[in-house]
């Protein structure tokens, strides 16, 4: 795990969203929510909350990906993506 994948669980952690579960998975975070969140809302606020929650870390900016699911969908969101990211067509 990298510095600031570590940043970001433990910024993560510490807002304390009751019954979301956030670790790890491999050089991603998986958030697992509780099954009656919208995700719908959650996609479409997620760029500005993201960028509300970077302002605290104050580490060179990594690639990293997060998996949202609820138990019935999920998404991902890839902050500071890569080539290779930008790439997929």
């Not at 579960?21 to 919208?38: L, N, S």
Request: charged fraction near 25%; charge should be negative.
């Amino acid at each position: 795990m990298n510095a600031y994948q570590q940043k970001w669980l433990d910024v993560l952690r510490a807002v304390g969203l009751k019954d979301w579960k956030i670790e790890p998975q491999g050089d991603d975070i998986a958030i697992e929510m509780p099954h009656v969140t919208d995700l719908k809302l959650i996609r479409d606020n997620l760029p500005t909350t993201l960028g509300a929650i970077s302002l605290d870390i104050n580490l060179p900016h990594e690639r990293l990906k997060f998996i949202f699911h609820n138990g019935y969908e999920n998404f991902e969101y890839v902050l500071n993506p890569n080539a290779a990211d930008l790439n997929k067509g």
